[in-house]
């Protein structure tokens, strides 16, 4: 038998095994973690998948959730406490993992977008980026690249486009214009393979520096 566990280990296991199954990044696990409420970065994605974050209801109501939405599938929150050992709950009671999955064991729940207000907006808003591509004289040969970069945009991305005060889907036709490729994807270029976050902040400012140029010339 595995040896008994913290219930936020157990989870942070489950987890890091199902996103890494589904080919799911931190970052893009992270923006779907936001749209649920909770206020993610890849760091706290990172740290949960490490059992250093608290496993109340409510968070993993929301990162059952945020699954669902990343991976375009049902999936139950019986499937964060598969655990063949005991897991411990509190300072005075540890379950065996399978009987604490019978306590959530059912018909995963498939929640649709008409069933979250905030998804509505969601939608609409990544609808009217999608268009603002399309509208575009360019967009079949800028769209090749746009349009995927649009969809894998992470928190890079967010914040990149925040501090230049554009959308981030001007940032991913930006980013395709200069780059031929997404923000996120020219800064790990950039940064070499396995570059601390320093390294990737470095990187980060010298291309919005770039983007701001490309802004400021193409608005002359």
């Not at 949960?48 to 059952?64: D, R």
């Not at 001007?170 to 996120?184: P, V």
């Amino acid at each position: 038998m595995e040896p008994t566990k913290p219930i936020a280990e157990v989870v942070g296991g489950n987890l890091r095994r199902l996103r890494t199954a589904h080919g799911v990044t931190t970052d893009q696990l992270a923006i779907e973690c936001r749209w649920a409420g909770l206020k993610w970065t890849d760091s706290r994605v990172s740290a949960m998948e490490n059992g250093k974050v608290a496993c109340t209801l409510a968070t993993l109501v929301a990162l059952t959730l945020a699954l669902q939405s990343a991976f375009g599938q049902p999936i139950s929150m019986s499937d964060l406490l598969d655990y063949d050992g005991f897991v411990k709950l509190n300072d005075r009671l540890s379950m065996r993992g399978q009987r604490l999955k019978q306590f959530f064991a059912d018909t995963p729940v498939k929640v649709v977008g008409s069933d979250v207000a905030e998804e509505i907006e969601r939608r609409a808003e990544r609808s009217s980026a999608f268009n603002s591509i399309r509208d575009r004289d360019d967009w079949i040969e800028l769209g090749q690249v746009a349009i995927p970069a649009l969809h894998q945009s992470g928190a890079a991305e967010e914040r990149a486009a925040k501090e230049l005060g554009i959308s981030v889907a001007q940032l991913a036709i930006e980013s395709a214009k200069l780059w031929d490729r997404s923000f996120a994807d020219e800064r790990d270029r950039r940064a070499g393979e396995n570059s601390n976050a320093q390294k990737r902040g470095q990187v980060s400012r010298i291309l919005k520096t770039e983007l701001r140029q490309a802004i400021s010339d193409g608005n002359d």
